[in-house]
DNA sequence: TTGACATATTCCGATACAGGTATATGTTCT
DNA sequence: AGAACATATACCTGTATCGGAATATGTCAA
């Protein structure tokens, strides 16, 4: 087996910071291809590509006008990512730290409540 | 170029979802590799073999003792992940859209006292 | 219809991965 | 020293990528 593909998933198609500067741009609003082209300095056919990948995970929507194809982010695709990274926020957060003296200092009560 | 190593960055080592695994036993506090490997019923190399690249990125440290070597957490690694995809929260938090609501509703007023 | 424009697809080559299996390295115990 | 244990590394193979270049598809305009 080799690694997953790039659409498998939201995890995948993002690891690519070519993808995610996509999505920046789009996070603005919707953009036809070429304003991509112009904004982030890539050849067409890698926006092209890129976008498809994103859109096979769902994280972008398309819409024809005309000879344009006018692409939309979809953040949806994007919650599992958040759902996971952000159970680790406590790591570096010092407000979370501060929450995980509480808790330990609540369990301490309860601890000698119980056995006393 | 292919695609990019995955130690180039946690984008990359977090987008194998057994690294993903492993960091979440890990999540629950320090552990032998064996612990990994029964916990996770993965084989041993491979194990080891996400460790090194979970090391390389800066997302766990070992700590050697006797014949084991304990990994732990370093979550800091993974706070480039939360920073970039937190700002994409407001495409599905209804808090957020709220928010956005409110926002847009103080930019309508400003330009109504700017132009009059 | 011909041409200009916007975008997508195809082919290429180089690269690196992920799992499997075997083996190497290092540590503790007897 | 030798065996058992814990972990890391090496080698193999199939596969999917990325960028670049060329080309195909589709739409509008004269």
Redesign the pocket.
Known sequence: ????????DAF?AV??P??REILDVLAGGER????L?RLLG????????????LREVGAVD?R????????RLNGHALKPIHDWVKNYERTWSERFEALDVVLEDLKQKEEGNGSE
Not at 1 to 8: K, S
Not at 42 to 53: E, T, Y
Not at 64 to 71: A, D, H, P, S, V
Request: net charge positive.
């Open positions: 087996m080799a690694r997953a593909a790039t659409t498998a995948n690891a690519e070519r993808r036809p291809v070429n304003d082209v890539m050849a067409q056919p890698q926006v092209s590509k890129h976008l498809r990948v398309v024809e006008q005309g000879r344009q194809r006018l692409y």
